[in-house]
């Protein structure tokens, strides 16, 4: 694909444009051919938790996905069968993923932390039929497996024994031929190529499905907001079981011409092995969340060479204008915000084209037409918010999903009168440029004012005794609704009358005085799902119930 150089926001919106071959299938369309066309480009670079880096190139993972598609349909795995994958950052991830897409099988990548009780209500709710799992997952797996009446085969990576019944990933591959014919008609297009469960801060998770076509979508991802180059490495900080790293390890870094960098670290997160880590490997362009940049500000930088790394991006919460500032002092690297769901590929991202405005999400993609809409369906004039909307009137976006699997309610819930409704609120400011409150439900109504929880928080972690903080809304009866903070506390502070109001007045002191938190509530850990994300719902149902 031929990348645009685009001098401004307005020239890229014009000149962009994305063509989508007809039955579309990434393993045969793009890595297949780059196989055959230029079989030693690096595609992976694997660094294990011992620190051992092996580079595998697109022959290396069009012959092992091959090799892997035969095996599975063998054990008796067929198209339309649904995958769950649950591989860490395992590089049979990626040759698992490749493999099912050539099948035309549905994976379900499922992320580490699954319980055996995780595990059996997923593979029931979606009729699963195969999980193919690391060997540290596999007890889990085989203990709900008496339970799951859908589930027939089951293959685990690494070297430990094998449960009864169980296939090794390693041998039934080495077993198998490295040619791969697809069925015909070949899969692809609209066909469901995988499924992705939603972390359910609200409720239980939704199955949200995407087709063949989805990976395209992703060339704006690698290309532009991570602003790739042919030949340079992309590290995205994410686990293989959410679809972050289908954003950031897989399908637009190589669509760019770039190579993906794996970190396959376990146990506790450490910034500063993270640094030594891209420094050592050459690292050329960074996605983490702002948690990590936070992490990662507070390490000496000074020692560490950068010099490589030429791009920052990040995704998945509020990035706070402290943490920007902090870093891109340190590095001299701005750090370019983006907007997006599971449902979804990137909506709004602030590009290198455009100038970053710290705190915000940045403008609509190509071929995303957003709109922010009151409660009664009105577009929202600058400076005033709404739900973040895209209008699919006439045309749906590539990259917007096609649904929530076997559950069409659902799907219409969100999906009506022309547009979808993302459930996340937003307000745009005269450049145009998009500000993030937070999701619909989390939204605080307190004497007139609607109030964005991750204003307050972001107000909040700026202070030295705040390591993360849940800003939700507890009845009040003057004010319908008091803004309180649950905040876990930096070592070395403990709760006290006099931290409280200290904290209170620093929020005053960053954010309007009227968002301060006049409820402070001090514990050991925030509720969150298995995919980090704080369950401020769950803090309310708290909260609700000692009022009763």
């Known amino acids: 694909m031929h990348k645009l150089r685009p001098a401004g926001y307005e020239q890229f919106l014009a000149e962009f444009c994305m063509a989508v071959p007809e039955n579309y299938n990434f393993a045969f369309d793009f890595l297949d051919l780059t196989a055959a066309t230029d079989p030693d480009r690096l595609a992976v670079a694997h660094v294990d938790n011992d620190g051992l880096r092996r580079n595998y190139t697109f022959r290396d993972l069009s012959l092992a996905s091959n090799r892997l598609a035969n095996a599975l349909t063998g054990l008796g795995v067929a198209r339309g069968d649904r995958v769950m994958i649950i591989l860490y950052r395992r590089i049979e991830f990626w040759t698992t993923m490749l493999a099912l897409h050539k099948i035309g099988a549905v994976a379900v990548p499922s992320p580490s932390l699954l319980t055996e009780h995780d595990i059996e209500y997923r593979v029931n709710y979606a009729g699963i039929t195969t999980i193919v799992c690391e060997d540290s997952i596999a007890a889990r797996a085989q203990a709900a497996r008496s339970k799951c009446p859908t589930l027939q085969i089951l293959v685990q990576a690494g070297g430990s024994p094998l449960p009864p019944g169980w296939s090794d990933f390693d041998a039934i591959s080495a077993a198998a031929a490295e040619t791969y014919v697809p069925a015909s008609p070949r899969p692809g297009g609209k066909d469901s190529l995988f499924v992705f469960f939603t972390s ?51 399908y637009g870094q190589w669509l760019a011409g770039a190579a993906v960098f794996v970190w396959d670290f376990r146990g506790k997160f450490d910034p500063g092995a993270l640094l030594k880590v891209i420094a050592d490997n050459g690292v050329n362009s960074f996605c983490a969340p702002p948690t990590v940049y936070r992490f990662l500000i507070r390490e000496d930088l000074s020692g560490v060479d950068l010099s490589k790394l030429r791009h920052c991006t990040t995704a998945g919460e509020l990035l706070n204008d402290s943490v920007f500032t902090a870093w891109k002092q340190a590095t001299g690297k701005p750090i370019y915000e983006g907007y997006g769901q599971t449902e979804t590929t990137l909506q709004i991202a602030t590009f290198p084209c455009m100038e970053p405005k710290p705190g915000s999400i940045g403008k609509p993609c190509p071929g995303w037409k957003i709109a922010l809409l009151d409660e009664t369906g009105q577009p929202c004039p600058a400076g005033e918010e709404g739900e973040i909307c895209i209008d699919v009137r006439g045309q749906t976006p590539l990259g917007l999903f096609a649904g929530y699997m076997d559950e069409p309610e ?39 004012y609607r109030i964005g929880p991750f204003e307050v928080e972001s107000a909040l972690i700026t202070h030295p005794a705040v390591i993360e903080a849940a800003v939700t809304g507890v009845p009040d009866p003057v004010r319908g609704q008091a803004v309180k903070a649950t905040v876990v506390l930096a070592p070395g502070f403990a709760p006290s009358d006099a931290l409280t109001r200290e904290l209170q007045a620093h929020v005053k002191s960053v954010t309007a005085p009227y968002k301060y938190p006049r409820v402070i509530d001090y514990v050991a850990e925030l509720p969150k799902t298995i995919s980090g994300k704080i369950k401020r719902a769950e803090i309310r149902a708290r909260d609700l119930a000692r009022e009763i």
């Open 410 to 448: 659902k799907t219409q819930s969100v999906w009506h009168d022309g547009f979808y409704h993302t459930g996340d609120k937003a307000w745009a400011d005269e450049d145009g440029y998009f500000w993030f409150l937070g999701r619909v439900d989390d939204l605080i109504k307190s004497s007139g």
């Open 200 to 250: 359910g801060t609200t409720g239980q998770p939704k199955m949200v499905e995407h087709g063949h076509d989805y990976p395209l979508a992703h060339y704006t991802t690698g290309a532009y907001w991570h602003d790739l180059e042919p030949g340079e490495l992309h590290l995205t900080l994410a686990d293989s079981g959410w679809a972050k790293a289908v954003w950031g390890k897989y």
